[in-house]
C-alpha cells in the first residue's frame, strides 16, 4: 500500500510489532503494522501526483 501511495509515510505510518507471549527469539523476522494515517501534510497529494523536479 505505501508503494501505491507514492512510496512515502505522508499517507501511512509503521509500528513494530513483538513477538507474541512465549515466543520471543532472535531468530525471527521483524514485522511492522501499517496504518493509515488520520492527518496527512496538506502538499501530501500534490507531491504525491507532481513527482519532485530533477536535480
Given at each position: ?5 507514492g512510496g512515502t509515510n505522508d499517507f501511512v ?43
Amino acid at each position: 500500500m505505501r508503494a501505491v501511495l507514492g512510496g512515502t509515510n505522508d499517507f501511512v505510518e509503521r509500528q513494530l510489532l513483538g513477538a507474541p507471549p512465549g515466543l520471543e527469539s532472535d531468530l525471527g523476522e521483524t514485522r511492522f503494522r501499517w496504518t493509515v494515517r488520520d492527518t496527512f501534510p496538506e502538499d501530501a497529494y500534490d507531491r504525491l501526483v507532481r513527482p519532485a523536479a530533477p536535480d
